[in-house]
């Protein structure tokens, strides 16, 4: 299968918002997916960008992603978070993935970030085994937390 990785546009949306879609499926999650096409047009081509996503566009449309942000670390300085790599689960194993990350490592690295980071869910051993093949470091001693917009209202609430 040819494809091209480049940098998404906004009429992508639609397409990135389907893989969105399919990658909360996978990972059992579909019912907490609240953003909307709107949303990433807004935010990813809006007049404060948000992010900065890469597709695989190929004769059948896009066919995977990697979406990231800024963040800065206290610790490194500037650096990067790779939100989401999804690669439809028809070209799961093709070196798809790899061409995704490659071009998230360029970019990185062109930006003179000092890391780039993400979070994998600890049953899926497969991209497990894919990022630690690339070099990647899997910290298996630190717990992702999180206040999802429910919990903030209730803590702002009980101040």
Known sequence: MDYTIRTAKKSDMPQVLKLIQELAVF?????????TV??????????????????????????????????YSTWKG????????????????????TALLDEVVKYGHSLGVKRISWEVL??????????????????????????NEAAMKNYLENL
């Open 27 to 35: 990972e059992k999650e579909e019912q907490e997916v609240e953003v």
């Open 38 to 71: 709107a949303d990433l047009e807004n935010d990813g081509f809006g007049a404060e960008k948000k992010f900065h996503c890469f597709v695989a566009d190929s004769e059948v449309g896009i066919i995977g992603l990697a979406l990231l942000y800024p963040r």
């Open 78 to 97: 500037p650096v990067i978070h790779l939100e989401d790599l999804i690669v439809n689960a028809s070209y799961r194993g093709s070196g798809l993935g």
């Open 122 to 147: 600890d049953w899926n051993e497969a991209a497990i085994k894919f990022y630690e093949s690339k070099g990647a470091r899997v910290m298996r001693d630190w717990d992702v937390v999180q206040l």
